[in-house]
C-alpha cells in the first residue's frame, strides 16, 4: 500500500493506493502518475464551499514534515552525542530521509556520507537468511534438510539431537545448543574451523527447534551450508545474488575491505572521562564468522537492502521468501530480546535472521541490531505499513537502545493523525451535500 499525501494551503488530504505490481519500476511510473493527478485534486479543493476553507486545527502532516519530525525528535538527539551516524527512513514504500552526521574519525575533518562504509555486525545475519532462502528456492536442500547431510564432518556432543539440526534451527538460533557457545573463542585466537572442531564438547539445554538459544558460531554453519549447496564461497554467492542485484554497490565482507577502503566510519568508545569518544582499532574477531557478523555496509546499501525486505525487489527476494524469514519460528523473552519493558510489546519471537515482535496493536515489526566494539547498527520495519527506519553510527551511544520503539511510536502518531484528518474531512465534504461529494467522486478510468 502506498500512501500519497496531497496538501494546499486549505486541507490536507490522503489518498491511499494499492499498486497492481510486483515491479518497482511500474510502482514508480505510477507513482509520478498520481502525483501529477494530485495537482488537480489540490484545485478541485480550491473549490470547496467557504466552511470547508476555515481554520482546520489538526491538518495531516506530510511525509515530508513526518520525516523532519523524526530526524529533529529522535535522530538529532543521539547523532549529536557520537562522531558520526548514517540514517534512512522509508515511509509507506518512499524513502523520505537518508541523511549521514559527522566525522568518520574524531579528530579529523572527513565527513561520513551516504556511502562511508559501517561494520553492521549481528545485522549481518539477516543477510544469511536471505542468501539461505535463495538457496533453499533452487537447491536440493529444504529449510529440514539436516545440516549434517551437508557437512558430514560435523559432530556434536549428543549425535542424536545433533543429527536432527537443520537450516530453520541455525536462523532461528534454535539449534538446542547452549547459548553463545564459543562466542568467547571468537575473541580469541582460536579460528572458526577450529572452534567448529570443539562443537562436539558443547551440552544442548534443549532439543532442536524447542527453545531459543542466541549462537554466532553455529549460526555460522549456515555459511558452510551454502557453499557446500552451491558450489561457491559464501561471500561471493551473497555478493552475487544479494548485494549486485540489489545495487548495493559498496557492501563488502570482511576486515580487509573494510581498513583498506578510503571512505570508512573508524570504530570509537568512550574516553576516559566517560563523555567524549574515542577512536579505536577495529577488531578482526567477529569477522571470523561472516554469516553471523561479516557485512560491511554504507546508509544508501542498507536503504536498498530495507526496500527489498519490504517487498521492493521480487525478483532477488520474493513475498514468500519474505514471508519465511520475517514470521516467528522460535519464542524469546523481552529479556532474551535484549527489550526494555514496554507497555504494548508482546509476541517477542525470532524468525530466521530477524527478531519479530507485535507493538501496540501493530502485528508482525520486524527488527534486529548489531553490535561490535566502537560500532552500532539498528534496522526495523513493519512490511504491512512499507515502513521502516536504519540506524548506524561508528559509536556505542546507549540511548539507541530505545530509537526502535520510539520511532514505531512515532509512526503510530503520524499515521492515527492522519487518519482522523481523513476521517473529519470526509465528514465535512458529506455535511456539505451533492456539491462536495462529487467534488470526491473517483475520477473516471484512474
Known amino acids: 500500500m502506498d500512501t500519497l499525501p496531497h496538501t494546499s494551503a486549505l486541507c490536507a488530504v490522503t489518498i491511499n493506493v494499492k499498486w497492481p505490481f510486483e515491479s518497482s519500476t511500474a510502482r514508480g511510473q505510477w507513482r509520478g502518475m498520481w502525483r501529477g493527478i494530485t495537482w488537480i485534486v489540490v484545485l478541485m479543493l480550491g473549490l470547496l464551499p467557504p ?103 560435523l559432530s556434536f556432543k549428543r549425535s542424536d539431537y545433533g543429527a536432527r539440526i537443520n537450516l530453520q534451527h541455525l536462523l532461528s538460533q534454535s539449534s538446542g545448543l547452549i547459548p553463545h557457545a564459543y562466542t568467547n573463542m571468537i575473541e580469541d585466537h582460536a579460528s572458526y574451523e ?58 563488502s565482507f570482511g576486515r580487509d575491505a573494510f581498513i583498506t577502503d578510503n571512505n570508512h566510519a573508524s570504530p570509537h568508545v568512550r ?71 514496554r507497555r504494548g510489546l508482546s509476541n517477542t519471537g525470532y524468525g530466521l535472521g530477524w527478531r519479530v515482535f507485535d507493538y501496540a496493536g501493530d502485528l508482525g515489526n520486524v527488527h534486529h541490531g548489531g553490535y561490535v566494539r566502537g560500532m552500532r547498527s539498528e534496522m526495523v520495519f513493519n512490511r504491512k505499513h512499507q515502513t521502516g527506519l536504519v540506524f548506524l553510527t561508528n559509536s556505542e551511544p546507549g540511548v539507541i537502545n530505545d530509537m526502535v520503539f520510539e520511532f514505531l511510536d512515532l509512526y503510530r502518531d503520524y499515521r492515527r493523525d492522519r487518519d482522523r484528518a481523513a476521517a473529519r474531512m470526509a465528514a465535512r465534504l458529506g455535511a456539505q451535500g451533492p456539491r462536495s461529494q462529487a467534488l470526491m467522486a473517483p475520477v473516471g478510468g484512474l
Request: proline fraction near 6%; include cysteine.
Open 271 to 341: 574516553a576516559r572521562d566517560g563523555e567524549s569518544w574515542a577512536s579505536t582499532a577495529t577488531t578482526a574477531h567477529y569477522y571470523k564468522v561472516p554469516p553471523a557478523a561479516g557485512v560491511n555496509a554504507s546508509i544508501e546499501d542498507m536503504t536498498h537492502w530495507l526496500l527489498a525486505q519490504l517487498g521492493d525487489n521480487p525478483v532477488v527476494l520474493s513475498s514468500a521468501m519474505l514471508d519465511m524469514m520475517q514470521s516467528k519460528v522460535i519464542k524469546t523473552t523481552r529479556y532474551q530480546a535484549h527489550y526494555r519493558r
Open 51 to 153: 466552511q470547508l476553507q476555515a481554520d482546520e486545527p489538526a491538518l495531516a502532516m506530510s511525509p515530508q514534515a513526518f520525516a523532519e519530525h523524526v530526524e529533529q525528535t529522535l535522530i538529532l538527539p543521539v547523532v549529536n552525542n557520537t562522531p558520526g551516524s548514517a540514517v534512512a527512513v522509508v515511509v509507506e514504500g518512499d524513502v523520505i530521509l537518508q541523511k549521514s552526521y559527522g566525522v568518520r574519525r574524531r579528530g579529523e575533518p572527513d565527513e561520513i556520507n551516504t556511502q562511508t562504509l559501517f561494520r553492521l555486525a549481528s545485522l549481518s545475519k539477516t543477510f544469511a537468511a536471505a542468501a539461505a532462502a535463495i538457496m533453499v528456492n533452487e537447491a536440493p536442500i529444504t529449510w529440514q534438510t539436516p545440516v549434517q547431510k551437508s557437512l558430514h564432518d
Open 194 to 251: 577450529q572452534i567448529i572442531k570443539r562443537l562436539d564438547k558443547v551440552d544442548f539445554v534443549c532439543a532442536p527447534g524447542t527453545c531459543y538459544g542466541y549462537q554466532n558460531v553455529a549460526f555460522s554453519l549456515v555459511g558452510d551450508v551454502v557453499e557446500a549447496n552451491v558450489g561457491t564461497d559464501y561471500p561471493t554467492y551473497v555478493t552475487n545474488r544479494i548485494f549486485s542485484p540489489l545495487g548495493m554497490s559498496r557492501a
